[in-house]
């Protein structure tokens, strides 16, 4: 089954810590991993995605197929990183449709 | 450019009513997807459509949920008979699919729904 996991529901910092936000997936095939943010009353926009392997915003993230992980960190938080951040995955294949799946979402609060 | 459209912003109806969701996806965009978000949980797939036609419609949860696309453009998702856990914030996002790999997606503003 397809599936991602997003353990935190809630992760509190304080500015200038690091930040890890956990996730895990669930694919039988080849997986293109996302990073979705959305930030206070905007819409859902793309963070980065594995297959770019840069890092937006000071974040990075690396698809670990070995742990089925692709877990999303920044060195120093900032407060305007304080968001929802959602992990999601698509298949690809030559049935794919390119829909999402996304994990429950994990809201970053960095605390001054 | 103008971004992925969606309206009304917010929708209050009484139970056993229809409604109506519409979706302006990007200009030339040929892949329109709905999710749905149910508070406190994350984005469920709903319908695709790569043109005017729907090929994975797997995550509608009941024959009460339809939708259609024209025109290769807007996009309207009816629920009928609306039930009180139908609420939830629709989204709509579009995208190009090109080259075996899945673009970004573009997500509009979203309509939240409440059934009362």
């Known amino acids: 089954a397809q599936r991602v996991t997003q353990p935190e529901k809630l992760l509190s910092v304080f500015k200038g810590a690091p930040v890890e936000l956990k996730c895990n997936y669930s694919?039988?095939?080849?997986?293109?991993l996302f990073w979705y943010v959305q930030y206070s009353r905007q819409r859902l926009q793309l963070l980065l995605r594995h297959i770019s392997r840069e890092s937006i915003k000071g974040f990075t993230a690396d698809l670990n197929k070995g742990e089925t992980s692709f877990h999303l960190k920044k060195p120093f938080a900032q407060e305007e990183d304080s968001a929802m951040y959602y992990c999601a995955l698509s298949g690809w294949s030559s049935s794919n449709t390119g829909k999402l799946i996304f994990g429950q979402g994990t809201t970053l609060q960095v605390k001054p | 450019g103008a971004g992925v459209s969606q309206s009304p912003s917010n929708k209050v109806t009484e139970k056993g009513k229809d409604v109506e969701l519409r979706c302006d996806p990007i200009?030339?965009?040929?892949?329109l997807y709905w999710y749905r978000q149910r508070l406190g949980q994350g984005l469920e797939f709903l319908i695709y459509f790569q043109g005017n036609s729907a090929p994975d419609k797997s995550g509608l949860p009941s024959d009460r949920f339809s939708a259609e696309r024209t025109g290769e453009s807007v996009s309207t998702l009816t629920i009928q008979r609306t039930q009180q856990e139908d609420s939830a914030v629709y989204l709509c996002a579009s995208n190009s699919i090109s080259g075996g790999f899945t673009d970004t997606q573009y997500f509009g503003p979203g309509t939240r729904l409440t059934v009362l």
């Open positions: 694919y039988s095939g080849s997986p293109e």
């Open positions: 200009s030339g965009h040929t892949a």
